[in-house]
Every structure is written in C-alpha cells, then in structure tokens.
C-alpha cells in the first residue's frame, strides 16, 4: 500500500525567505502524488499533483514539486514565501488503484514579518 | 458554482448519542468520500461512493458508523452511540471521477466534539 511521509509538522520561515516541506512515499509502482493546502478556517484545496512526465509540476501561485523516484520524495518548494502561504500543507497519494486517498501528516508552514 | 457543502459546521453531543453528518456534493460529481482528520493528524479514509453504492467502506473504524448516499448525491454519514474518541472533523470530498488523477474537491468539514 502506498504511504507518504512528513517529517516537519512545523516550519517557521521569514517572509521573502525560500522554503522546502519535505514529503517521502513508499511504492513499488507507478505513483501519482499530490499537494494539498488548508489555509485557516477553509477547506482542503489541491496545490499541485504529479501524475505522469515532466518530474517538476508547479503551482499557479509559485510553488513547485519535484518527483524524485530515487530518493521516493516529492518535496515542495517556493522561493520566496509570503504571509499569505502560511497555511498547513499535506502530501497525499491515492491507493487501492483509485482515489482511497493517503495522506501523510502535514506540516505547517508559518511565515513571520 | 457552488462547493462542496457540509451541515452542521460544528456539533457537540454527548457519549452515547449518535448524530448524522450531511454532505451535499458538486453537482454531477458521481464519486463521493468521506474523510475523518483527527488533531494532529492527515484526513483519514473513511468510505468511498461510486453513485449510490459504497464502493469502499474499508476505512469505517466500526459498525457504529455508517454512510448512505441514496440517490447518488447527497450523502449523510451515521454514528451510533458516540464516544469520546470519535470526536475530529469529519470532511467529505467529490469528484467527476473515481480515477487516481481526478480532483477530489473538499468541503470544509464538520467538527464533531464528544463530551
């Protein structure tokens, strides 16, 4: 079964400063691999996913992904961060063959003045 | 267009009352999820429909849960004689498909507190 890792349940980062929220999976086959983001009060909403191709996906608001299958990880990244990404971030990755979705634990992501 | 709804938003009941929980999809969304994130934790899976069928119930904890969706759209997840333990946020989630790569879209979810 498939299985997804986060090591960091915070991450305190200056504004303008880059961050990595880092995200381990566990599979022997062909993966998919999301992002999700839960910002204050709100619902889970889908960052950005990794399906097939190019290994770097990114998102519509500066964050990126990079699929890595020999190191199992798919870590999130963005430059340079603002007050408005401070938000709880979750790796995810579907299994059963469908979208009986995983999720690992997730980290968040403060950012300070 | 409207989101994924979910009523109540807050519920607080006492041990041994059981509550229903109600999920009112995207409309056309064919695939349904229901989701149980306790504090501290990822949202865990709790049961999947594909139309009015539990296609997956394999997340249920116990039979004092259960979930309908009679008419392929709006779903309603059932506790029976509720324990301290059961209190978290129940999310429902849907989607236009039961593939991998389709997006699951999430409603904001019901917090559930057991006194």
């Known amino acids: 079964a498939q299985s997804v890792t986060q090591l960091d349940s915070q991450v305190p980062v200056f504004e303008e400063a880059p961050v990595e929220l880092r995200c381990n999976y566990s599979s022997s086959v062909s993966v998919y691999l999301f992002w999700y983001v839960q910002y204050p009060n709100q619902g889970l909403q889908l960052l950005l996913k990794y399906l097939s191709g190019s290994t770097l996906v990114e998102s519509i608001n500066g964050f990126e992904a990079e699929f890595n299958k020999s190191q199992t990880s798919f870590h999130l990244r963005k430059p340079s961060v603002h007050i408005s990404d401070t938000a709880e971030y979750f790796c995810?990755?579907?299994?059963?063959?469908?979208?009986?979705?995983?999720f690992g634990t997730g980290t968040k992501l403060q950012v300070i003045p | 267009g409207a989101g994924v709804s979910q009523t109540p938003s807050n519920k607080v009941t006492e041990k041994g009352k059981y509550v229903e929980l109600r999920c009112d999809p995207i409309s056309g969304h064919t695939a349904l999820y229901w989701y149980r994130q306790s504090l501290g934790q990822g949202p865990e899976f709790l049961i999947y429909?594909?139309?009015?069928?539990?296609?997956?119930d394999s997340g249920l904890p116990n039979d004092r849960f259960f979930a309908v969706r009679p008419e392929g759209s709006v779903s309603t997840l059932k506790i029976q004689r509720t324990e301290r333990g059961d209190s978290a946020v129940y999310l429902c989630a849907s989607s236009s498909g039961s593939a991998s790569y389709n997006e699951q879209f999430f409603g904001p979810g019901t917090r559930l507190t057991v006194l």
């Open positions: 429909f594909q139309g009015t069928g539990a296609a997956d």
């Open positions: 995810a990755a579907p299994s059963g063959g469908y979208q009986k979705v995983t």
